[in-house]
T-cell receptor, first 115, second 115 residues
Framework: AQSVTQLDSHVSVSEGTPVLLRCNYSSSYSPSLFWYVQHPNKGLQLLLKYTSAATLVKGINGFEAEFKKSETSFHLTKPSAHMSDAAEYFC?????????????FGTGTKLQVIP | GAGVSQSPSNKVTEKGKDVELRCDPI?????LYWYRQRLGQGLEFLIY????????KSGLPSDRFSAERTGESVSTLTIQRTQQEDSAVYLC?????????????FGPGTRLLVL
């Protein structure tokens, strides 16, 4: 069974400071891992994905994440927060299950950026 | 049925023709998502439904794309005057909840090829 845990439901940072959103996962197989962002009243937008290639994945808007198998983590980082980064972020694990692609979303982390 | 179903599984069409893609979500799931996945790319969000309303259509690439949903049941994605760049796998997912929380169950997709 797969699961994903986002360790912080809310994160607050000042504009221009680093962002760290934490994610741990469990999976029976080699998973694919994703980070999605959802701005208010918007659908999900893919930030980045890991699919067994390079462990350091770079995404859009300056975000990146590092897959650490030994720690079963896939934390999302950004060197300098921007006001437009304020949104909810979802860590997602995906694996094939019974012929279907089963996708499990984390509970989300709401990022607040303080001017 | 046990999961999300989509039809047709494959569709080959000529440029300029209209196509209609169908999605049958898991019974009782209120949320339904359409995604597009081009070869080697991540999921590109198109539209999501909460019941039969579509709070977010921002992912639709152009006005040639439209979607509707009947109640909390079947959804159809229509692409008018297809172009070669529309070639992709179109994935539908349903979820019990309207936010990203929990598990989205994806259908097998419709592979669209526009010649």
């Amino acid at each position: 069974a797969q699961s994903v845990t986002q360790l912080d439901s809310h994160v607050s940072v000042s504009e221009g400071t680093p962002v760290l959103l934490r994610c741990n996962y469990s999976s029976s197989y080699s998973p694919s891992l994703f980070w999605y962002v959802q701005h208010p009243n918007k659908g999900l937008q893919l930030l980045l994905k890991y699919t067994s290639a390079a462990t350091l994945v770079k995404g859009i808007n300056g975000f990146e994440a590092e897959f650490k198998k030994s720690e079963t983590s896939f934390h999302l980082t950004k060197p300098s927060a921007h006001m437009s980064d304020a949104a909810e972020y979802f860590c997602v694990v995906s694996e094939n299950s019974g012929g279907y692609q089963k996708v499990t979303f984390g509970t989300g982390t709401k990022l607040q950026v303080i001017p | 049925g046990a999961g999300v179903s989509q039809s047709p599984s494959n569709k080959v069409t000529e440029k300029g023709k209209d196509v209609e893609l169908r999605c049958d979500p898991i019974s009782g799931h209120t949320a339904l998502y359409w995604y597009r996945q081009r070869l080697g790319q991540g999921l590109e969000f198109l539209i999501y439904f909460q019941g039969n309303s579509a709070p977010d259509k921002s992912g639709l690439p152009s006005d040639r794309f439209s979607a509707e949903r009947t109640g909390e049941s079947v959804s159809t994605l229509t692409i008018q005057r297809t172009q070669q760049e529309d070639s992709a796998v179109y994935l539908c997912a349903s979820s019990q909840h309207g936010t990203g929380v929990g598990t989205q169950y994806f259908g097998p997709g419709t592979r669209l090829l526009v010649l």
